[in-house]
């Protein structure tokens, strides 16, 4: 399948992409925040600048979307340029993996979210990322295991 835009019409759109403060990000945030959980966004400090990150109790949570971080059940290589999406994609896996070995090593809580979670099973994750917040909170604050 070849691309219905120009080159130049597909760059202008590439490069409109948002890297921070995405709907999906928009909408996380927003969820957590009405269930009174408080956090950062995009934190510059922390590697791989967190789309959310509670720097007390050690919790970083990424959005992942499917195409930019290489979903296995929906990212779909563009068919022009496949060479330098195959390797752009997969720099991207790699470098994913690294910021979450990084963030394990050091004792945090990594929590990676898929873009098709948030859109096909939304409470359902802010449940998951709500409890799982929630303990790690009370474990902190109780030294319990």
Known sequence: MTDTFSKEKRSEIMRAVRGKKTTLETKVSKALWKRGIRFR???KDLRGKPDIAIKKYKIVIFIDSCFWHGCEEHCRIPSSN???WTSKIARNV???HETTQYYVENGWNILRIWEHDIKKRFDETINTLEEIILKT???????AK
């Open 94 to 96: 790699r470098r994913d």
């Open 82 to 84: 496949i060479n330098y």
């Open 41 to 43: 966004q995009n934190v």
């Open 137 to 143: 909170k009370y474990t902190k604050k109780t030294g």
